[in-house]
């Protein structure tokens, strides 16, 4: 025979079975469908949700911080031979982002050029507007040093 305490955990289980499956029909109803209280309930079950996931969110962000610490193994305070070798590879990365601006510009002028021959509304406006484009990615490109510390 089941002791006292083994039928009230399993009836305890079976309610909490019973609300769940209930709640997962409320999910899954239009609201219209459902009554105020069902309403109510589904809203809060869904913010908890959204908490939930914003807290965890969170906390996992938290977890994966980490702390380092330079070391000049040479000993002098001097070494700048790996801030050289960033700007080599930044400057590359710039000089390239100029060139792809100004081929974009280039299309762009195409394009407009284009909508002129075929006398395409549509198509001086895409024109121009790549070409508008294609040049800012040049000026930006070519501000770099606006953005350096």
């Known amino acids: 025979m089941m002791i006292f305490r083994e039928m009230i955990f399993t009836k305890w289980i079976r309610n909490k079975a019973a609300q769940i499956k209930a709640a997962f029909k409320e999910d899954l109803t239009k ?24 807290t965890f969110g969170l906390m996992a962000a938290n977890l994966m911080g980490i702390t380092a610490f330079a070391d000049d193994s040479s000993g002098s305070s001097g070494s700048t031979e790996g801030v050289d070798t960033f700007n080599t590879v930044v400057q590359f990365i710039v000089d390239w982002v100029a060139r792809i601006g100004l081929v974009i510009g280039f299309i762009g002028a195409i394009q407009f050029a284009m909508g002129f021959k075929d006398d395409s509304a549509d198509g001086k406006t895409r024109g121009l507007m790549c070409l508008a484009s294609g040049f800012i990615v040049f000026a930006v490109a070519k501000a770099y040093d606006m953005f350096t510390v």
Do not use: G, W, Y
């Not at 105020?36 to 996931?53: D, H, L, N, T």
């Open 31 to 54: 609201n219209s469908d459902l009554t105020v209280e069902q309403c109510e309930s589904k809203r809060i079950r869904m913010v908890r949700r959204i908490s939930f996931a914003v």
